[in-house]
RNA sequence: GCUGGAAUCGUCUAGUGGCAAUGACAAGAGACUGUAAAUCUCUCGGCUUCGGCCUUCGUAGGUUCGAGUCCUACUUCCAGCA
């Protein structure tokens, strides 16, 4: 994997590259679609063409018990639509995507998160939103009520679908995204809740250092099995304390088995968004320049904003798509919930260049299609509404990368959010 | 015309003496950020100083401390018989 700088902002962080992967070229600053289960819910690889995405993020938790088999068809990029039909099927039988998937299934670069989120959405934040607002005053769920638990070694959890007892550590987590063969893979790390104290920061992120050395030698075995190169991002905690993050970020920056680093980094942790510049600039001022970063997990065109300002390249999150499915719609001047729109004949959002909009479909329209009752109505409906909210956030980062080529993205994003939050709609 | 059965908040529905009254749907408001999420929370007779107050279960009476619930009559609907 090769990563390109092809300008930098004044402040001397934010960028605009190009990470060259076995399956494709990625444009920076680049919003990833997230797939978690292999394949993005509601969306054909058409569709995802059709958006311009340009990579697919899935899960290596989720992903453990088809690893083996999607290591026997060379990777992610190589497996048959008629895999994940058969897979999808699986479960609760509800990810009707079976007619989606059968249309096509993304064959570009690819990046697996390590299963980290699962420690803290299984263990302390389980059952409970991780939201950037109201986690603030939230208190961690207490331990025997966990799915997860954390030891030293890994993480021991309860199969949230079939009650089954479970363990990944880090040499698990990158055997198995070794056998899914992501062109980027991240260091199985342990994400902190809001609530637990600068102490705990303390512990979690140092376990989480010691195991990225044990993610970076296991991957290191592996990076190669499937034929192509493998890439390892070490996935940076700390919390919000500035010690901690830029005390990661160098140890990270630094460590190496037998001469060999890491290949770039994920930005990790839970944010308050007044925060977020800050920390991501902590750790970005630290980290070395020609390393690709990944921020994990935020969506929101103010958090990628501020993300590619400090210096982030690529994103992903699930906002978009759940969001869509939950009948809220994106558009530049500002979100609008799909319910009260029943009468209405506009597009979702005037002059948008996504198919939805394109192809004439009105917001009642829409509505009537989201609150029909039929399964294929609503499944009609989450793939019109997934691909305008996932088009929206992808233009963004379009719109980030040229303004940054140009050199007024300050002002690009000065006018975008003006816009965005006077929220006319 | 006779004999049964039924009428409850937009719809369907629970309720057979302590009820402003169950559940579902619809409707309305909010949430959602490395997917336990086609999910979750709240509202859904009126007023309220949030302690309550008022008006409600086809209509009108009655029994009772108390009636959606029991009784009588009426109205409408359904089924069967003429």
Same mark, same amino acid.
């Given at each position: 994997m090769e990563f390109e700088i092809e300008k930098v902002l004044p402040n001397g962080l934010g960028r605009v590259g190009e990470i060259k992967t076995a399956h494709g070229v990625i444009k920076t600053p680049a919003f990833l679609a997230v797939g978690t289960r292999g394949y993005v819910r509601f969306l054909s690889a058409a569709d995802l063409a059709e958006i311009d995405v340009q990579a697919m993020l899935c899960n290596g938790y989720h992903l453990r018990r088809q690893a083996p088999g999607i290591a026997k068809f060379g990777g992610l990029a190589k497996v048959p639509a008629e895999f994940w039909q058969a897979e999808s099927i699986n $479960? +609760? =039988? *509800?990810? @009707?995507?079976a007619s989606v998937i059968a249309a096509g299934i993304w064959q570009g670069p690819t990046v697996t998160d390590s299963g980290g989120f699962q420690v803290m959405s299984l $263990?302390? $934040?389980? =059952? +409970?939103v991780v939201s950037m607002e109201k986690e603030r005053h939230v208190t961690n769920t207490a331990h025997k009520e966990r799915l997860a638990h954390v030891t030293e070694k890994g993480v021991e959890f309860v199969d %949230?679908?079939?009650g089954r007892p479970d363990f990944i550590g880090p040499e698990e987590s990158m055997q198995i995204q070794c056998q899914i063969g992501a062109d980027i893979h991240m260091s199985f790390d342990e994400l902190t809740s809001l609530a637990d104290s600068y102490e705990y920061n303390i512990e979690a992120m140092e376990r989480t250092e010691r195991w990225a050395k044990r993610s970076l030698a296991e991957h290191l075995k592996h990076r190669d099995d499937l034929g192509y190169r493998q890439n390892l991002y070490a996935v940076l905690q700390g919390g919000r304390w500035e010690d901690l993050r830029r005390q990661t970020a160098r140890n990270l920056a630094k460590m190496q088995i037998e001469g060999i680093g890491f290949d770039g980094f994920g930005l990790g942790g839970a944010f308050l968004k007044e925060d977020l510049g800050e920390i991501l600039r902590w750790c970005d001022e630290e980290l070395p320049m020609e390393k690709p970063r990944h921020l994990l997990g935020l969506s929101h065109p103010d958090d990628i904003l501020i993300g590619a300002e400090m210096g982030a390249d690529t994103f992903d999150c699930v906002a978009p798509m759940r969001e869509a499915r939950h009948g809220k719609i994106y558009t530049r001047d500002g979100n609008f919930n799909l319910? +009260?729109? @029943?009468?209405? $004949?506009? %597009?979702? *959002? +005037?002059?948008?260049?996504c198919s939805t909009c394109a192809a004439g479909w009105t917001r009642g329209g829409l509505r009537a299609m989201w609150r029909s009752g039929e399964a294929e109505q609503k499944a009609k409906y989450y793939n019109l509404a997934s691909a305008h909210n996932l088009r929206f956030i992808v233009r963004l980062t379009e719109e980030i990368r040229q303004s940054m080529l140009r050199g007024d993205f300050d002002e690009y994003k000065k006018d975008f959010l003006a816009r965005y939050n006077a929220g006319v709609i």
């Open positions: $479960g +609760k =039988g *509800e990810d @009707a995507s $263990g302390s $934040g389980l =059952g +409970k %949230p679908f079939d319910r +009260k729109m @029943a009468d209405s $004949g506009e %597009p979702l *959002e +005037k002059n948008c260049d």
